[in-house]
């Protein structure tokens, strides 16, 4: 047998700078090693060394595609320490916003797909109403995607006059574009031979692994931190886990299309029931919570992000801890390459929406 070796990256190959060092024996993949860590910023060593509200905009820089996911465990883990009684208000703007920063990162998600399977208009459609729902979100918090709005205690700001109808619009003109989406893309015979039936990872694997979000739940295992362990409004909301069974790139591709007709769903419902009253709690500016340990994760665009903060009652966190979807994810890169031809490569790739800033952190 006779191997070559190939360096894919470390230059930006679609979401950040990663390296994978892929042996082939003529166009079948034998090894695949992932090489992160070309964009570690030591995050958790700076947060040690950061007032636990000057701690949100640094945390949310790894991930500026799903800044509120990325942060919401955090403020969740902060609030049980410090004993902080959120508004039911705010935690229904928390969800809302939650939600149409997944719907930006999925459209995001889509868009470079489009771009690695070689469709143009996948990659132009996707970006371009995704800026339907960053206006949209700007309204609200003030900038295009890293946001701070999630604080301790609620959010920044309150939802300004007039966003019903104006996020009723957007949304109404998002269903009509996945729709169209489906017929271009998803029911496209290049997207279906290319993707389905490759990197087929089973359920016991997924498991073993532990991949969570779109990558676990495209290989049939029904998990999310929003129904398994509801935190804010969730418990409140009528919505659906997408689980697709065959663990192909496909069903990962469809759970993610799916998690947007969902997330529509829960935005139509917020902002219908949505209460009256305090968007945020009244605390000092320098929080010092109590000293303790505390855990608490969150269902983030690429799956289950969690915080574990020990605090020895200072105005920093002794330690703080983060366990991201897209670390958590990488193993499956080895896993699934093995065996794949490697025009597959970037079809299995980006079918984990692996994030390398997220993962480095």
Request: aromatic share 12%; hydrophobic share 40%; proline share 6%.
């Amino acid at each position: 047998m006779s191997e070559l070796t190939l360096n894919i990256g470390p230059q930006h190959p679609g979401s950040g700078h990663f390296r994978l060092i892929v042996c082939v024996d003529g166009d079948t993949i034998t090894k695949a090693t992932p090489d992160p860590g070309y964009v570690h910023r030591g995050v958790e060593k700076q947060a040690e060394y950061r007032e636990y509200l000057q701690n949100i905009p640094l945390l949310e820089r790894p991930v500026i595609s799903d800044s509120n996911g990325s942060v919401y465990a955090y403020v969740l883990a902060v609030e049980r320490l410090a004993g902080l009684v959120v508004p039911e208000r705010a935690q229904y703007i928390r969800v809302l916003m939650a939600e149409l920063n997944r719907i930006m990162s999925h459209l995001y998600w889509l868009a470079i797909y489009g771009i690695f399977l070689g469709h143009s208009t996948m990659f132009m459609w996707p970006f371009g109403d995704r800026e339907v729902m960053i206006d949209l979100a700007q309204r609200v918090m003030g900038a295009r995607l890293t946001y701070s709005y999630f604080v301790p205690g609620g959010v920044r700001t309150d939802l300004p006059d007039g966003f019903k109808d104006e996020a009723l619009r957007a949304i109404q003109f998002l269903e009509k574009r996945l729709a169209e989406y489906e017929a271009i893309f998803f029911r496209n015979p290049v997207f279906v031979e290319r993707a389905r039936g490759v990197g087929i990872l089973r359920p016991e694997d997924a498991i073993k692994l532990g991949v969570v979000g779109p990558t676990l739940r495209g290989s049939g295992i029904d998990a999310d931190a929003r129904k398994d362990e509801p935190y804010d409004s969730y418990d409140k909301l009528d919505f659906d886990v997408p689980v697709f069974r065959e663990g192909d790139c496909c069903s990962r591709s469809l759970v993610r299309l799916e998690e947007i007709r969902q997330s529509i769903r829960i935005v139509k419902q917020v902002l219908d029931s949505i209460p009256s009253g305090p968007f945020r709690v009244t605390h000092s500016s320098v929080l010092k919570p109590s000293a303790g340990s505390v855990y608490a994760r969150t269902e983030a665009a690429r799956g289950t992000y969690a915080y574990f903060i020990i605090s020895q009652g200072g105005r920093t966190p002794y330690r703080l801890k983060i366990s991201s979807p897209s670390f958590r994810n990488l193993p499956a890169f080895r896993f699934l390459m093995k065996g794949s031809h490697l025009a597959d490569m970037p079809t299995i790739y980006w079918s984990l929406d692996y994030w390398p800033l997220e993962a480095d952190r």
